[in-house]
């Protein structure tokens, strides 16, 4: 973990502050201690589990006070979905997007029915940022027990006065301005402006200081004004997307601007699945975010393994080929389920689902999931008759050195997790995309837009 996220969170819940409320400050210091991961430009996505009788506790004292004497409360998950969309009237920019898409894609005839959007540059950032319109609606339903100017204080005054970075943070800096620079999607502006605001041609190590004045100053915005005031015209969310216009952007702002629609978070019903124990003890429920988040494919993952009745410990090679079995045909099939959730009401997720429960209840699919982990099941079954993998894969760790082949790890995702004295818990992971997102970092606020483009592909004009 970062010292300096625990940190922020730890004193929020000491201010008598609910998990979301410390979420919410350690996602904020995340984004200015680890800029290559997270962060204003980027995209957001929470869980939360809150007890049905759970208010905003006024004191922790009191919190701890209303705990006593009870047994396990059942608890209310939902899923916040900040993943951001694109503005309202995007077609135009879309048709443009297509053209570029086409020309700089030099693959044969037969394989361009559909244009792989690129990692990063002015053709990878589509959507206008979803992590602060989500930090603020997670305020608004899960906190009030401590002023938002307050929660991003943390962020703001290591901003401002600085933070020390340490082994981890250099290595990860220097690896991710090293791609950027290396993929050359950048155009001369861009790219130079890159360069003065991440230091890229001589990278701070480990113990040096790095300050932001510019990220300070939205932060301050966002604390003083909100969501609102961030996101207006003149606000760091409209400047950046004006930036990256400017620098070969296709995707424009309405002339009227930004609309709440185009950055607001939305609250979904998770996903959820039941995982058996392989020795036949204890269930527990895993949930996640639904629609545009890859948790349906973990879900999926786990509803093979425990239709499959593997056992880890004692059977490790046939664990391992299950496992990779299950990825890659759940892996083959995410990209045409992935979808947006927000285009369905909850209401309507739940009846399709065959749910007659009350909405608030937040029902469980498990029914429906523990039919699709059967079917995927009997899928990787046939995988394992075929003995697809079997010669790569053994049972006594004949690619015990494989690991030292494989490429480092890129940082690309952070997550928080915090839990209150209420039972309140929260999981809120954010993202970039690739790291420092498209590359496209506005000098004047100090932050990156993300690559939300990356990994799919626009289809090419009928």
Same mark, same amino acid.
């Given at each position: 973990g970062n010292p300096y996220a625990t940190a922020a969170a730890h004193s929020i819940l000491l201010a008598g502050g609910t998990a979301a409320e410390a979420a919410i400050a350690a996602a904020a210091v995340l984004g200015v201690v680890e800029p290559y991961n997270g962060g204003l430009g980027g995209d957001l996505f929470a869980l939360v589990a809150a007890p049905y009788?759970? %208010?905003?506790?006024?004191?922790?004292?009191?919190?701890?006070?209303?705990?006593?004497?009870?047994?396990?409360?059942?608890?209310?998950?939902?899923?916040?979905? @900040?993943?951001?969309r694109a503005p309202t009237g995007v077609a135009p920019s879309l048709s443009a997007l297509r053209e570029q898409l086409?020309?700089?894609?030099?693959?044969?005839?037969?394989?361009?029915?559909?244009?792989?959007?690129?990692?990063?540059?002015?053709?990878?950032?589509?959507?206008?940022?979803?992590?602060?319109?989500?930090?603020?609606?997670? /305020?608004? #339903?899960?906190? %009030?027990?401590?002023?938002?100017?307050?929660?991003?204080?943390?962020?703001?005054?290591?901003?401002?006065?600085?933070?020390v970075l340490s082994e981890h943070t250099a290595t990860a800096w220097r690896q991710g301005v090293s791609e950027v620079m290396g993929e050359g999607r950048l155009g001369a502006r861009a790219e130079a402006d890159f360069r003065a605001i991440w230091l890229a041609d001589d990278p701070p190590s480990a113990g040096d200081t790095f300050?932001?004045?510019?990220?300070? *100053?939205?932060?301050?915005?966002?604390?003083? @004004?909100?969501?609102?005031?961030?996101?207006?015209?003149?606000?760091?969310?409209?400047?950046?997307?004006?930036?990256?216009?400017?620098? @070969?952007?296709?995707?424009q702002l309405p002339a009227s601007g930004l609309r709440r629609g185009d950055w607001a978070a939305t609250w979904e019903i998770p996903e959820q699945t039941e995982v058996r124990s392989p020795r036949g003890g204890g269930r527990c429920t895993v949930f996640g975010p639904r629609g545009n988040s890859q948790a349906a494919a973990t879900l999926d993952?786990?509803?093979?393994?425990?239709?499959? #009745?593997?056992?880890?410990?004692?059977?490790?090679?046939? /664990?391992l080929h299950a496992l990779l079995s299950a990825k890659r045909l759940v892996y083959s099939r995410k990209r045409t389920a992935l979808g947006d959730g927000s285009v369905r009401s909850p209401s309507?997720?739940?009846?399709?689902?065959?749910?007659r429960?009350?909405?608030?209840?937040?029902?469980?699919?498990?029914?429906? *999931?523990?039919?699709?982990?059967?079917?995927?099941?009997?899928?990787?079954?046939?995988?394992?008759?075929? %003995?697809?993998?079997?010669?790569?894969? @053994?049972?006594?760790?004949?690619?015990?050195?494989? #690991?030292?082949?494989?490429p480092a790890p890129s940082p690309d995702t952070v997550a928080v997790a915090v839990a209150d004295r209420t039972g309140q818990l929260v999981t809120l992971s954010q993202s970039l995309g690739p790291m420092f997102g498209s590359g496209l970092c506005d000098p004047a606020v100090g932050f990156c837009l993300q690559s939300r483009g990356y990994g799919f592909a626009i289809g090419a004009a009928a």
């Open positions: 009788d759970a %208010g905003v506790p006024s004191s922790p004292r009191k919190a701890e006070a209303s705990q006593r004497g009870k047994s396990v409360r059942p608890l209310r998950v939902t899923t916040l979905n @900040g993943s951001g086409a020309r700089e894609d030099h693959r044969p005839a037969a394989e361009r029915a559909a244009h792989p959007i690129p990692k990063r540059g002015p053709l990878s950032t589509l959507t206008v940022p979803g992590a602060t319109g989500a930090l603020c609606e997670l /305020y608004v #339903h899960h906190g %009030g027990a401590v002023p938002w100017e307050l929660l991003l204080q943390p962020a703001i005054d290591l901003a401002l006065n600085g933070f300050v932001n004045v510019e990220l300070a *100053r939205s932060l301050a915005l966002l604390a003083r @004004g909100g969501c609102d005031a961030f996101h207006d015209e003149d606000g760091p969310i409209s400047h950046a997307l004006r930036y990256a216009s400017v620098n @070969g952007s296709p995707l993952i786990l509803d093979v393994l425990s239709e499959l #009745h593997v056992r880890p410990t004692r059977e490790p090679g046939r /664990y309507a997720i739940a009846r399709q689902a065959g749910i429960t009350k909405p608030a209840l937040l029902p469980s699919l498990s029914g429906e *999931r523990r039919r699709v982990g059967a079917t995927l099941a009997a899928e990787v079954r046939k995988l394992f008759e075929s %003995g697809w993998a079997a010669s790569a894969i @053994g049972t006594e760790g004949e690619n015990a050195t494989a #690991h030292e082949q494989s």
